[in-house]
C-alpha cells in the first residue's frame, strides 16, 4: 500500500500502529520527525469495547491522528480470514476516533516475529509494522 499524501503544514505528527490479533493488540509509536518506531503497550482486554477505550486513551496520550495496521497476507500476496479482520478494524478506527489509517503489509514483519511469538513481542511486531511504514515513505 502507498503512503498517503500529507500538507506541507503536516511535516512532524505522532502515528500509532497496530499488530491486530484476536486475543492481543499490540501497538507502537513513532512521529514522522524521526521516522523511528518504538514498543508501547500490549491490549489484552476481554471485550471490544474496553480494547477501544484503551485504544482511546493512547490516541489521546500521544495526540496520534494517523495509525498503521499491518495487513496479513499469505506469502503470495492473497489475503485470508484476519486481512479482512485487519481490515474491519481500519474501519472501527476511522470511524471511532476520526483518524487516518494506512494498511501496510506485513507479510515480512511476520516472518521475523514467528520464531519468538509471545504477548511482550505484540507491541514489537507493531513497532516493525509502523517501521516499515516509516522505511517506505523515504
Same mark, same amino acid.
Given at each position: 500500500?502507498?503512503?498517503?499524501?500529507?500538507?506541507?503544514?503536516?511535516?512532524?505528527?505522532?502515528? /500509532?500502529?497496530?499488530?491486530?490479533?484476536?486475543?492481543?493488540?499490540?501497538?507502537?509509536?513513532?512521529?514522522?520527525?524521526?521516522?523511528?518506531?518504538?514498543? /508501547?503497550?500490549?491490549?489484552?482486554?476481554?471485550?471490544?469495547?474496553?480494547?477501544?477505550?484503551?485504544?482511546?486513551?493512547? /490516541?489521546?496520550?500521544?495526540?496520534?491522528?494517523?495509525?498503521?495496521?499491518? /495487513?496479513?497476507?499469505?506469502?503470495?500476496?492473497?489475503?485470508?480470514?484476519?486481512?479482512?479482520?485487519?481490515?474491519?478494524?481500519?474501519?472501527?478506527?476511522?470511524?471511532?476516533?476520526?483518524?487516518?489509517?494506512?494498511?501496510?503489509?506485513?507479510?515480512?514483519?511476520?516472518?521475523?516475529?514467528?520464531?519468538?511469538?509471545?504477548?511482550?513481542?505484540?507491541?514489537?511486531?507493531?513497532?516493525?509494522?509502523?517501521?516499515?511504514?516509516?522505511?517506505?515513505?523515504?
Amino acid at each position: 500500500m502507498t503512503a498517503p499524501e500529507f500538507k506541507a503544514t503536516e511535516t512532524e505528527f505522532t502515528l /500509532l500502529a497496530f499488530d491486530f490479533g484476536l486475543k492481543r493488540l499490540g501497538v507502537a509509536v513513532g512521529n514522522t520527525f524521526l521516522k523511528q518506531a518504538r514498543p /508501547l503497550a500490549v491490549i489484552s482486554a476481554e471485550s471490544h469495547e474496553a480494547k477501544f477505550t484503551a485504544i482511546a486513551a493512547l /490516541l489521546d496520550e500521544w495526540q496520534a491522528r494517523h495509525c498503521v495496521v499491518g /495487513l496479513p497476507s499469505y506469502p503470495d500476496g492473497t489475503e485470508h480470514a484476519m486481512s479482512a479482520r485487519c481490515r474491519r478494524f481500519a474501519h472501527q478506527l476511522e470511524g471511532r476516533f476520526g483518524v487516518t489509517t494506512i494498511l501496510v503489509d506485513e507479510r515480512y514483519t511476520s516472518a521475523v516475529q514467528n520464531a519468538r511469538r509471545g504477548e511482550s513481542d505484540d507491541s514489537e511486531a507493531a513497532a516493525l509494522i509502523l517501521q516499515q511504514y516509516f522505511d517506505e515513505l523515504s
